[in-house]
């Protein structure tokens, strides 16, 4: 591993523990030449996972694409970002047990709004406009009177519009 200071390769791990509940290992690292400290994360390799978007394109899959999507849409809600990492380990483990090699981005989009609709509305909706391509704000209405009648509501979250 190269410190990120100096680009030495010689380093030392001071500490590592168990991250992500249990999907990764963090290690702190110390540069033996400058003595800087970085974390690292090691990570299971999981086998290359193409993403067929919706105009054809082909990409390998992204975690960290991925979160950034959910933590777009969860932007300046009371989320935890340990909820969001778990959320995305979650999907990646379920798209690797159910062995696809190939995935239309639709699939994923699915699981991703399935979760968010479990842990917050608001970044439900905001997910599923640019997910769905929302041309209209009665097509936000839409979305917004369906998730009410889907959801009980387990009094954790405030009701969109009362």
């Known amino acids: 591993m190269r410190c990120p200071k100096c680009g030495s390769s010689q380093d030392r791990v001071i500490d590592s523990r168990e991250a992500r509940d249990g999907y990764a290992i963090r290690r702190r690292r110390e540069c033996l030449r400058c003595t800087f400290r970085f974390t690292t994360y090691e990570e299971v390799e999981r086998e290359e996972l193409r993403v067929v978007k919706r105009n054809g394109a082909r990409e390998p899959f992204n975690r960290d694409k991925l979160l950034g999507g959910i933590r777009k849409a969860c932007e300046k809600r009371p989320v ?10 979650e999907i990646a483990t379920e798209l690797e047990e159910e062995g696809y090699k190939e995935i239309p981005s639709s699939v994923i989009g699915a699981k991703v709004m399935r979760r968010l609709e479990a842990i917050d509305h608001v970044a439900y909706v905001r997910y599923a406009s640019v ?10 209405i839409n979305e917004i009177q369906s998730l009410g009648t889907r959801s009980h509501g387990d009094g954790s979250q405030r009701e969109l519009f009362p």
């Open 80 to 89: 935890k970002i340990e909820e969001l990492e778990r959320s995305v380990d």
């Open 131 to 140: 997910y769905r391509q929302f041309e209209d704000v009665g097509e936000f």
